[in-house]
């Protein structure tokens, strides 16, 4: 049947609004930013993909909060392919940075939690720190293994500067590590850099090795909380867990038992890291750990178990594309102890208190995801 004159099939019209996206994304000032993101949002809800528009829902909670303390907000794991190959991911960052920007009251600063980048392409990175200047706060920077292995973090250090570092805030220390180092498996192999890449990337293939923090870092990381009183509170960011928690998929720091030690002396230490794209809470000794949400997709559970104090997500709905992702906040208590929100895009929000860590699971324990499993 032929079609009538002038009507456009939604294919043109979809490859139309793709094109009018992407050039929206050139010079992203604050205004035009606005614009992509809202049309973002309105597409997402023309595709029934928003349920839940109560995203920020904790956020009063947060607020009711008497004791003194702050605030920091995450962006995490947006995996973004060059300009034009991908558009869900950059949607889905444009969301995050829009979110954040809605907090009421603003964090002290956002963490971006690595993994900007899918395949550690120039054209992937520059999009991703386009984007990112679009948040109001102050943005710190953490670098994923996605970021790093196609020029050995080249690019992404012109962009960000050091991917280790260390400051102090309203009385906490703290210190973003680069836990993505590995052993040498392409030289041998003559793997180019992009299959270098590609094989990282893979994370269940049996060449690379785990990720570790690695010797020189860990000297640096002693060197720099020396300089700590054991009472100074610490929180830690790392992208991979340090903590082994599956090695066959990388979910793993193979040098994690010698940066817990180091970090062991502080009294207290929150560890907030990304990479595992999951609701992940752990506490070993004297040293908690939350998983930070990713922006692109949620990995699922590890099949050999949880760490116990996890509160878990139920499987996310498959033909629900932002299911199961979201942003995050972290109150930070003046002892440093932390209460972290997963904002869960399509979902009740989770709060895991550092009274649920501190009393090992057993007071103030989180409500579970509020829609049933898949
Ligand atoms: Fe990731
Ligand atoms: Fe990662």
């Known amino acids: ?182 052993k040498d498996f392409w030289t041998e192999r003559k793997l180019t850099p992009k299959e270098r890449m590609h094989t990282v990337a893979g994370l269940d293939n049996a060449i690379q090795g785990r990720f570790m923090v690695g010797e020189e870092q860990r000297n640096w990381l002693q060197q720099d909380l020396a300089k700590q009183a054991p009472t100074t509170p610490l929180i830690v960011f790392s992208h991979s867990p340090l903590y082994k928690y599956y090695e066959p998929w990388n979910f793993w720091t193979d040098d994690a038992d010698e940066v817990q030690a180091i970090l062991k002396k502080m009294n207290h230490t929150t560890v907030i890291h990304g990479h595992t794209h999951q609701l992940l809470t752990n506490r070993i000794d004297n040293i908690d750990f939350h998983g930070m949400l990713s922006t692109a997709w949620p990995w699922p559970y590890a099949p050999q178990g949880l760490p116990p104090l996890t509160v878990q997500m139920n499987r996310p709905d498959p033909f629900d594309p932002n299911d199961g992702m979201g942003t995050g906040t972290v109150f930070v208590h003046p002892d440093g102890l932390v209460d972290k929100v997963y904002n869960l895009w399509n979902r009740d929000p989770v709060q895991v208190s550092s009274a649920y860590l501190s009393s090992n699971g057993t007071s103030s324990v989180p409500a579970k995801p509020n829609l049933t499993s898949y």
């Open 1 to 182: 049947m032929r079609r009538p004159r002038g009507v456009k099939s939604i294919e043109t019209k979809h490859y139309e609004e793709r094109d009018a996206f992407f050039r929206g994304l050139h010079n992203l000032d604050r205004r035009s930013f606005l614009k992509v993101s809202i049309a973002a949002a309105a597409a997402a809800a023309a595709n029934g993909i928003v349920q839940n528009l109560h995203a920020f829902m904790p956020i009063d909670v947060a607020n009711a909060q008497t004791n003194e303390g702050f605030r920091i907000a995450y962006i995490s794991d947006a995996h973004l392919y060059e300009r034009k190959v991908n558009e869900r991911f950059v949607r889905s960052l444009l969301r995050a940075v829009d979110d954040v920007n809605k907090l009421d009251p603003q964090p002290d600063f956002v963490l971006f939690g690595g993994d900007l980048a899918q395949l550690g392409a120039p054209g992937e990175l520059d999009l991703g720190a386009q984007i990112l200047k679009n948040v109001k706060a102050p943005v710190r920077m953490m670098v994923g293994e996605h970021d790093w292995f196609l020029d050995m973090g080249d690019h992404w250090q012109q962009l960000f500067g050091q991917p280790n570092y260390s400051f102090d805030h309203k009385g906490v220390h703290f210190v973003v590590l680069n836990s993505i180092h590995e």
